[in-house]
């Protein structure tokens, strides 16, 4: 299994997170400060697919509130 014999290659790196795969196991490690998660391709991918699924729906506060109080405005 996959661990710290890794030789791992940097595929991105973003502000909260990195990811670096490993020819030898196929696995991808992605790290966020002091957490590493191994996860086999097709996983990262379905978690890149649920990630982008619960951005896609989610509203951030403000906006939401800002919305409401305009259909108010169009109620009155
Ligand atoms: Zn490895």
């Known amino acids: 299994m996959s661990g710290q014999n890794c030789v791992r290659h940097l ?10 795969y490993c020819a030898d ?3 991808l490690h992605v790290s966020m400060e002091s957490i590493t998660v191994r996860f086999r ?4 991918r379905d978690l890149r697919d649920t990630l982008s699924a619960a951005l896609a729906s989610f509203r ?17």
């Open 11 to 20: 595929l991105a790196q973003g502000v909260v997170a990195q990811v670096e």
């Open 25 to 27: 196991c196929g696995v």
């Open 41 to 44: 391709p097709t996983a990262l």
């Open 60 to 76: 951030e506060p403000a906006a939401a509130e800002a919305d409401c109080a305009q259909s108010q405005k169009t109620l009155q």
